[in-house]
């Protein structure tokens, strides 16, 4: 079973910047997942993908954080990141990390979750 932890959420103010991890563990790359990517979900609404990374490293956003928002990970494949910069209020939510092995794009039905870690932007 594949385990995924994020960090890096905390508190800051609009047009700050937060950079969230996620480390993988219990899975082989790209036997067990080939797509990894980054969902949110704020408060009384549904989950909302805001990135993902494929097994070439091309990478496709939400157009709600397009410019603002870069995914990356490192070559171990191991490790995936998001920078978040210009930050607005809106942007409050709980970040999950998911990954998978089909190309299911930024839909949440993906078969591995993190438990989530929470960005909280203040105007």
């Known amino acids: 079973q594949i385990h995924l932890v994020e960090s890096g959420g905390g508190s800051v103010q609009a047009g700050g910047s937060l950079r969230l991890s996620c480390v993988v563990s219990?899975?082989?790359?790209?036997?067990?997942?080939?797509?990894m990517a980054w969902f949110r979900q704020a408060p009384g609404k549904g989950r909302e993908g805001v990135a993902l990374?494929?097994?070439?490293?091309?990478?496709t956003y939400a157009d709600s954080v397009k410019g603002r928002f870069t995914i990356s990970r490192d070559n171990t494949k191991k490790n995936l990141y998001l920078q978040m910069n210009s930050l607005k209020p809106e942007d409050s939510a709980l970040y999950y990390c998911?990954?998978?092995?089909?190309?299911?794009?930024?839909?949440?039905?993906?078969?591995?979750w993190g438990q989530g870690t929470r960005v909280t932007v203040s105007s």
């Open positions: 990374i494929d097994q070439y490293n091309i990478t």
């Open positions: 219990r899975a082989t790359w790209p036997t067990d997942y080939n797509y």
């Open positions: 998911a990954a998978d092995w089909r190309g299911l794009g930024l839909s949440p039905s993906y078969a591995y």
